[in-house]
T-cell receptor
Framework: EDKVVQSPLSLVVHEGDTVTLNCSYE??????LLWYKQEKKAPTFLFML????IEKKSGRLSSILDKKELFSILNITATQTGDSAVYLC??????????FGPGTRLSVLP | GAVVSQHPSWVICKSGTSVKIECRSL??????MFWYRQFPKQSLMLMAT?????????EQGVEKDKFLINHASLTLSTLTVTSAHPEDSSFYIC?????????????FGPGTRLTVT
């Protein structure tokens, strides 16, 4: 059965801290892995990863994929209160659409 | 736990026809379900929010007469794309949550890939 696991499920940090969110998957016919940030309404796209070992960066956020070990991490450096959200990991598979993880709820305290 | 399924997983239809997509919560009661469109490498676009037994709330710019949503029971919501056109081709993803939880605590379905020819 295809599945995506995220850890931790919940995390509380203080502003300025660096956090690492984990996503591991067991999916046949892997196509891509996507990270989203969900605050109130719809999840906002962050990254799409298809190749191992190539880091993607956007400001204080970065992500990398390991297709051999079947996981990805999302790093956020110098966290701010505006980073508080649920971070979703989803894997797109050929012929199977998407498998979403449960999300990691990040709370950044001032 | 907290599994959401969608049916069909993919569908091809001709322009002008209607397509119904089902979203089911398999092991919990979903008082609220959300329907999204997903374009490649883009954020999910919220189309509408449906609460069991009441009319759906559509986001600005989404035609309610074109995208008919019915949330008839606590485990089933349907999205019907009426008079489909090629520009309606997309991934349609639903999510569900139970009562008493925050709006961002949602369980997502696998999506339905719609191709209109």
């Amino acid at each position: 059965e295809d599945k995506v696991v995220q850890s931790p499920l919940s995390l509380v940090v203080h502003e300025g801290d660096t956090v690492t969110l984990n996503c591991s998957y067991e999916v046949t016919n892997f196509r891509s892995l996507l990270w989203y940030k969900q605050e109130k309404k719809a999840p906002t796209f962050l990254f799409m990863l298809t190749s191992s070992g190539i880091e993607k960066k956007s400001g204080r956020l970065s992500s990398i994929l390991d297709k051999k070990e079947l996981f990805s991490i999302l790093n956020i450096t110098a966290t701010q209160t505006g980073d508080s959200a649920v971070y979703l990991c989803a894997v797109e598979a050929y012929g199977q659409n998407f498998v979403f993880g449960p999300g990691t709820r990040l709370s950044v305290l001032p | 736990g907290a599994v959401v399924s969608q049916h069909p997983s993919w569908v091809i239809c001709k322009s002008g026809t209607s397509v119904k997509i089902e979203c089911r919560s398999l092991d919990f009661q979903a008082t609220t379900m959300f329907w999204y469109r997903q374009f490649p490498k883009q954020s999910l676009m919220l189309m509408a929010t449906s609460n069991e037994g009441s009319k759906a709330t559509y986001e600005q710019g989404v035609e309610k007469d074109k995208f008919l949503i019915n949330h008839a029971s606590l485990t089933l919501s349907t999205l019907t794309v009426t008079s489909a056109h090629p520009e309606d081709s997309s991934f349609y993803i639903c999510s569900a949550r139970t009562s008493g939880t925050n709006s961002y605590e949602q369980y997502f379905g696998p999506g339905t890939r719609l191709t209109v020819t």
